[in-house]
């Protein structure tokens, strides 16, 4: 099988990473692209960290179970296929699904971390980071995390204060500079979507 050409996709929390991502999704088959994302690699909930006010921290690179991630990242692009169940956050109203890697000719790998975990970063062909304002990416994760992991709002906002907003300058942020593309979702991402998109089919038409 040849080398599939593999992409990282980061930026911050509430920066509409996934919005992104599904949209350019949506013109490609699962034998065309191949979706691995971070989310699906946090560790149990009894191996994270808990701050001083006995709140679990799942913004902190050691909240991954990183080698495991780095191994079958790998296993993709050496043509394995992956099983994975999904990863809820503890949220008691969703059912967790098990979750098929199949390798493709582009492989995405999206999450906070991926530009931090060094072995992964090696991985890429192509780095995007998704940038958005501050007061945006804080609606965005009070909509989130109300909704999709049932936490109650003034949990949201001591999160984003205490983890979220300190795990962005610490880990994603400096990593900006090193990013092939960046796309600025302050308004929209539809123009940095359609340059994304369009570089997708011209890859797929030369591999």
Known sequence: MKKPYVIGITGGSG???????????????????CLVSQD??????????????????????????????????????EGKTIYRKEYVFNNELMEPKMITYKPAPIILVEGLFVFHFKKIFNLFDLKICIDAREDLKIIRRIKRDKTERNYPLEDVLYRYEHHVSPAYDK??????????????????????????RGFLKYKLKKI
């Open 40 to 77: 699906d690699y946090y560790k149990p909930r009894e191996k994270q960290k808990t701050d001083a006010m006995g709140i679990k921290n799942f913004d902190l690179p050691r909240s991954i179970a990183r080698k495991e991630f780095e191994s079958e990242l790998k296993e993709l692009t």
């Open 171 to 196: 880990y994603i942020k400096p990593y900006k500079e090193k990013a092939d593309l960046i796309v600025n979702n302050h308004e929209s991402f539809d123009r940095g979507l359609e340059v994304v």
């Open 15 to 33: 920066s509409g990473k996934t919005t992104f991502i599904k949209k350019l999704m949506k013109g490609f088959s699962d034998k065309q692209l």
